[in-house]
């Protein structure tokens, strides 16, 4: 990409790239937690029952972080100094990575990687 880019659009993808890096934290985080109770469980049961629960949770947290991420995004936008698009596909990044997360942290859990 830095052969292909000018000096200012390379400016603007590595800010977005760090952007989304920063944003894929709370997911990642996330997938320790859904593992770790996954693991715990006793039976396929109980397995069902905490992924169930925690697919509602996750899909909630996922879209309020999101919704509130495109509500500041017109602020991140002027600071980073690059076009909102381009934040916003960033966010869809950011809440594609909760139900990845969900499935990683559940196949660690289960030890099926």
Request: overall charge positive.
């Amino acid at each position: 990409m830095g052969r292909i880019l000018e000096p200012a659009n390379y400016g603007i993808l590595a800010s977005v790239i760090s952007l989304v890096g920063l944003l894929v934290l709370l997911p990642n985080s996330m997938g320790l937690v859904v593992t770790k109770l996954i693991a715990r469980a006793k039976n396929e049961k109980e397995v069902r029952e905490k992924v169930a629960a925690l697919n509602k949770n996750v899909l909630w947290l996922g879209v309020v972080s999101f919704s509130a991420l495109v509500l500041l995004s017109p602020f991140i936008a002027q600071f980073l100094k690059v076009e909102k698009f381009l934040i916003i596909i960033g966010l869809l990044v950011f809440l594609l990575s909760f139900p990845l997360m969900m499935l990683r942290g559940t196949l660690q859990g289960l030890l099926k990687f």
